[in-house]
């Protein structure tokens, strides 16, 4: 079955970055896009971009332009998410999604979520 | 960029009840269109997407409809169980923005 595993909890620094990754299981990891979903505590969803596992290709929402960067690395079946310049308004659960045919772009299946909490 | 609002932001019913969740798209979206539930605590569950097409597994009292931006979510006789906040979202184009959210209780 699609499984996606994400990396565990982070603290971190105000000004510093974070990666969070997302192992993918259960299917061709190449085959399928992966976005990138925040969720600040009790709020609502933020779709922050997507990536192309199998070119690498990614697009990303204007508001996290020059500071996200989506990545993969295809020898393990893992995505990456990292965010840089992180502010207290960074504070969220971060989950990654696999869409649920690469000709949609809905999300079907997701990682547990990863919590980033950025304080001084 | 598209914007996705829906309405109301919460909601209270009656088990039973019929229940229905709008969401407009600030331009057409050609039915690009997925639901989403999210419980408490949980990660987020696909309902619908193509605006009416049900997810395999999702009960079938809930259902979508709508076209070009006016989109609805109704379920049909709620449940004890569909507590939850919805959120429709835009994927006709990128950035594939999120609703706001709809939270739905039991009365």
């Known amino acids: 079955q699609v499984q996606l595993v994400q990396s565990g909890a982070e603290v971190k620094k105000p000004g510093a970055s974070v990666k969070v990754s997302c192992k993918a299981s259960?299917?061709?990891?190449?085959?399928?896009?992966i976005n990138w979903v925040r969720q600040a505590t009790g709020q609502g969803l933020e779709w922050m971009g997507w990536m192309n596992p199998n070119n690498g290709n990614a697009g990303y929402a204007q508001k996290f332009q020059g500071r996200v960067a989506m990545t993969r690395n295809t020898s393990i079946s893992t995505a990456y998410m990292e965010l840089s310049s992180l502010t207290s308004e960074d504070t969220a659960v971060y989950y990654c999604?696999?869409?649920?045919?690469?000709?949609?772009?809905?999300?079907?299946?997701w990682g547990q979520g990863t919590l980033v909490t950025v304080s001084s | 960029d598209i914007q996705m609002t829906q309405s109301p932001s919460s909601l209270s019913a009656s088990v039973g009840d019929r229940v229905t969740i709008t969401c407009r798209a600030s331009q057409a979206i050609n039915n690009y269109l997925a639901w989403y539930q999210q419980k408490p605590g949980k990660v987020p569950k696909l309902l619908i997407y193509?605006?009416?097409t049900l997810q395999s597994g999702v009960p079938s009292r809930f259902s979508g409809s709508g076209s070009g931006t006016d989109f609805t979510l109704t379920i049909s006789s709620l449940q004890p169980e569909d507590v939850a906040t919805y959120y429709c979202?835009?994927?006709?184009?990128?950035?594939?923005?999120f609703g706001p959210g709809t939270k739905v209780d039991i009365k």
């Open positions: 999604a696999r869409v649920i045919s690469q000709r949609a772009g809905y999300v079907g299946y």
């Open positions: 979202q835009n994927y006709n184009s990128a950035p594939l923005t």
């Open positions: 259960g299917y061709t990891f190449t085959s399928y896009d």
């Open positions: 193509t605006a009416s």
